[in-house]
């Protein structure tokens, strides 16, 4: 195959549902493409997701897509995610163009933008085609939505501009695969089902054999061969896209050596900053909706948001709140993380309306800082050390530290005892404090995602959680290299998918 020539070729995964595997999927495809020597690029034309990514430029894009460059060992763009959307309500998303958050539209407002958008669609995906062999495409949700076809910008409609191969995916997990599959073929218009080049019927389990004479079923009534069964797996860790993915059967603190109880905002945003600790043997997380759950955690963690001051009063109504101040009061270390730090706080200042038409929310109280929410959102890649030596991080004064900034409120760090340094910020060198504590070191805030990422800080935090149960934590598991799962998710795909019939309808082999 000739390399050199452009545009790259392209093939889209959809799905016959949201969680479907579809970004996992993908993710495999961009690691074995480059694995086989071709230059890789992930694309998926709009996002709605609050889980988000820094680029090493400062650019904004889903996570999924930052997960898949790396798979494919490219560096994250703008061009791979060129429109974010961030939900802010039932109504309302903040949208993201090209990296950069452009305004809070309802759905007929965006929908208006789509022509616009659309261009700008187009325009990334032949910059990737240009750049490289082949474009792994993903697209949203389910193509077969008629109530939202009209208005299609990820799905059929890009697979159609770029006369993408689909693999569409079912989610045998779920139950009720075949009509997934049959379904969606039937609700597709003839010329989009002509792109459909295979099915993949994912997250099985069992014996293969059960399925009978299912997959011929399959090819029989929709014309397509099923191109794939994909076993189920739980022992590669690839970071999830949205919060369907919280695991709701993960160990109980009550078999565990230290229980992390993180509160599951309505909005919660960049959950997978807590994957490191599901890792971490003896350490139970759970994600806590309700004050019956709250039980006697030996950490709290308030995570990100999208929306700080609605989720605040989320915690307020539910009880959550005042357990999670009661729990400090009785000698429980509270970790905030970006929106989280952000209401530990005295309080939350918006005199422009940014955040809520409220000029002033009280925050919890917890650290002396005071939040100014502004127009501009932050988006850097950051490195930096740790400067404190106390409380939760008394083990690991001076550690270096690696994550990444995404916030709009900015919180003065004058007179505070901050816990971090950033020495530099989307590749600049920068003296920046970050963070905030209390007096006796239990309370810490940040705006650091991937904070627990950091084996020093992580192990640091828990340790301080165990001596307050008093026990010892076994020693730590080896940190889970994010390169290596990608091999053995490829090495799993490739063992389910007919590769060959991938290479051929991607026009990558005879």
């Known amino acids: 195959m000739d390399t050199n020539a452009h545009p790259a070729r392209v093939i889209m995964v959809q799905g016959t549902s949201s969680h479907a595997g579809k970004s996992v999927l993908a993710t495999a495809l961009c690691r074995i493409f480059a694995q086989d020597g071709l230059r890789v690029a992930p694309f998926k034309a709009q996002n709605m997701s609050l889980n988000s990514y820094a680029t090493p ?9 930052a997960v898949q460059a790396a ?42 933008m789509k022509p616009a958008v659309w261009d700008m669609v187009t325009s990334a995906l032949a910059t990737l085609r240009a750049d ?24 059929m409609r890009v697979a159609l501009h770029a006369n993408a191969p689909v693999l569409l995916v079912g989610d045998i997990d779920r139950g009720g695969v075949f009509a997934q599959i049959v379904g969606t073929m039937e609700l597709l218009e003839p010329e989009e089902r002509a792109l459909v080049k295979g099915h993949v019927i994912n997250k099985f389990r069992g014996d293969p054999s059960l399925l009978g004479n299912g997959l011929d079923f399959l090819h029989a009534r929709t014309g397509v061969p099923v191109a794939g069964v994909i076993p189920h797996f739980t022992d590669i860790l690839i970071p999830e896209e949205d919060s369907l993915g919280l695991d709701p059967k993960a160990r109980s603190g009550a078999e565990a050596a230290v229980d992390v109880a993180v509160m599951r905002l309505p909005h919660v945003a960049n959950f997978d900053d807590f994957d490191p600790l599901h890792n971490e043997p003896a350490v139970a997380v759970r994600y806590v909706g309700r004050a019956d759950e709250f039980g006697d955690p030996d950490l709290v963690v308030i995570p990100g948001s999208k929306t700080t001051v609605a989720d605040l009063d989320w915690l307020r109504a539910t009880g959550l709140a005042e357990r999670t101040l009661a729990h400090r009061r009785a000698g429980a270390p509270v970790v905030g993380i970006c929106a989280g730090y952000q209401m530990l706080g005295d309080a939350l200042l918006d005199p422009d309306g940014v955040e809520s ?41 001076g550690a270096e530290v690696t994550a990444y900034e995404i916030h709009m409120g900015v919180t003065p760090q004058e007179g505070l005892p901050h816990p971090f340094v950033l020495e530099s910020r989307s590749g600049q060198t920068v003296d920046l404090p970050d963070g905030a504590m209390d007096a006796d070191g239990l309370t810490l805030g940040t705006y650091l995602h991937g904070l627990f990422h950091n084996r020093a800080v992580r192990r640091s935090i828990l340790e301080c959680a ?8 076994p020693p730590p598991a080896d940190d889970v290299e994010p390169s290596a799962e990608y091999d053995k998710l490829a090495a799993h795909v490739r063992r389910h998918l007919d590769m060959d019939l991938v290479y051929r309808v991607t026009g990558l082999a005879e």
């Open 71 to 112: 798979a494919a060992f490219a560096a994250p763009r703008a061009e791979m995610n060129p429109v974010l959307l961030k939900p802010e309500g039932e109504r309302l998303s903040q949208v993201v163009l090209m990296g950069r958050p452009l305004k809070a539209a309802s759905v007929r407002e965006y929908h208006a």
């Open 357 to 397: 038409p409220r000029p002033r929310t009280d925050g919890l109280g917890l650290l002396r800082a005071t939040t100014t929410f502004a127009g501009h959102k932050a988006t850097h890649q950051v490195s930096g050390r740790v400067v404190e030596g106390r409380g939760l991080l008394a083990g690991c004064r």
């Open 132 to 155: 490289n062999d082949v474009v792994v495409i993903e697209g949203a949700g389910s193509p077969a939505e008629i109530n939202l076809k009209r208005n299609d910008i990820v799905n």
């Open 57 to 65: 430029d400062g650019a904004e894009i889903g996570r999924s897509q």
């Open 466 to 473: 165990a001596r307050r149960r008093g026990v010892t934590l």
